[in-house]
Structures are given as C-alpha cells and as structure tokens.
C-alpha cells in the first residue's frame, strides 16, 4: 500500500497568515493527488485535485503543487471560514490512502 | 443537482452486522463509482473500499477483507455497504461518495455506534 505522510499535524495560524501543508507519498504516484478541506461535523469537500488544479467554485487562494512523491498545499491568506481540518489523498494505486490530516487552529 | 444521500443512524451490538445505502441522484449511476471512506470519532479519513456500478468490480482496503461487501443497485441507482462482525472500533460516520479518484460529491454520512 502506498503510505501517505502529511505535515504537519496541527497548524496554529493567524488570518492573513500563508499556510502551507506538505505531504509525501511512500512511492512515485505521478500527479494522482486530492486536498480535501473537513470542517467539524461535515463531509469533506474536493479542493484541489490531480495535484494543481483547482475545482470549481473553490477560492483561488487555495492552490496546490507537486509531482511524484512530494506535494504542497498552500492557502495564501488565511481567511475565518478556512478554520477546518484538511487531508491529502493519492489515488495511483488502491487503496487510495489518505494522509493524516492538519488540523488548522487560530493563534 | 448530484446528490447522495445515506440511510439514518444506527446502533448495533458486538459481533452484528450493518447495512448502510447510499441513494443516487442527479447523474447516471453507471458512470461513475461509488468510494466508502469511514471516521472513526476525532480520527482521520479511512478509506474502506470502491465499487463499480457499471459491472459490479470492487476493491476493499485489506484490514476490512472478509468483512465488507459493497454492491449496488442499478434500478434505484442506490449503492450498499454491508458491514459485519461489527467490533467497537468500528464505530465511526461511514460516508459514500461519487467517484473512484477525486471525490467531489459525498453523502451526509451515517453514524454507525458499535455498543454492548
């Protein structure tokens, strides 16, 4: 199974703040990757996929990158409503494995 | 509008087994797969497996092999996902979601408490 590290775990953070996320996956997966954003008590919510882009509706703060094993998913200014928990997830290979999640917190 | 909507919470007993569907609207079933991701209370994501409606292909995650079968049916374009040995760790909110790699469209999810 493909291993999905993120980082990190929780994230205390101001509004206005650049957030930037990481995760790496155990083995080349091309660029078959998805950020989801969780909020308490909600199914998650489709933010990027296949690594950069973006879908629709989403705020163009939100943006990913990365190829291969290692991807970054950045907010550029923290906004209230982005409080929430967000994952990576691969989907090469089954089982499409999520990563851990980063629980996003206001300072 | 795509919409996936799941059966209500339930509360079983150690060692039963679970049925949970998941209703389809809005698209055409077969076009697409349906993905089972299950939370566990303050946990992360936990992908459980996939189904293809089209031809009935599934793919489990291997801790729930043996326990779990997935199927769907195409004249309510509604999806199933059984459950069963149920264990205290498997309480958690079970989800479907429309998809086989990015996962746009997700059910309410159904709370699912294994208790003595």
């Known amino acids: 199974d493909i291993q999905m590290t993120q980082s990190p775990s929780s994230l205390s953070t101001s509004v206005g703040d650049r957030v930037t996320i990481t995760c790496q996956a155990s083995q080349d997966i091309s660029n078959y990757l998805n950020w989801y954003q969780q909020k308490a008590g909600k199914a998650p919510k489709l933010l990027i996929y296949a690594a950069s882009n973006l879908e629709t509706g989403v705020p163009s703060r939100f943006s990913g990158s990365g190829s291969g094993t290692d991807f970054t998913f950045t907010i550029s200014s923290l906004q209230p409503e982005d409080i929430a928990t967000y994952y990576c997830q691969q989907y090469d290979t089954f089982p499409d494995n999520f990563g851990q999640g980063t629980q996003l917190e206001i300072k | 509008q795509v919409q996936l909507v799941q059966s209500g919470a339930e509360v079983k007993k150690p060692g039963a087994s679970v049925k949970v569907s998941c209703r389809t609207s809005?698209?055409?079933?077969?076009?697409?797969?349906i993905t089972w991701v299950r939370q566990a209370p303050g946990q992360g994501l936990e992908w459980m497996g996939w189904?293809?409606?089209?031809?009935?292909?599934?793919n489990y995650a291997q801790r729930l092999q043996g326990r779990v079968t997935m199927n769907t049916d195409t004249s309510t374009n509604t999806a199933y996902m059984e459950l069963r040995s149920l264990r205290s760790d498997d309480t958690a909110v079970y989800y479907c979601?429309?998809?086989?790699?990015?996962?746009?469209?997700w059910g309410q999810g159904t709370l699912v408490t294994v208790s003595s």
């Open positions: 809005g698209y055409t079933f077969t076009n697409y797969g």
């Open positions: 979601s429309r998809g086989g790699d990015s996962l746009a469209y």
């Open positions: 189904i293809s409606p089209y031809n009935g292909n599934t």
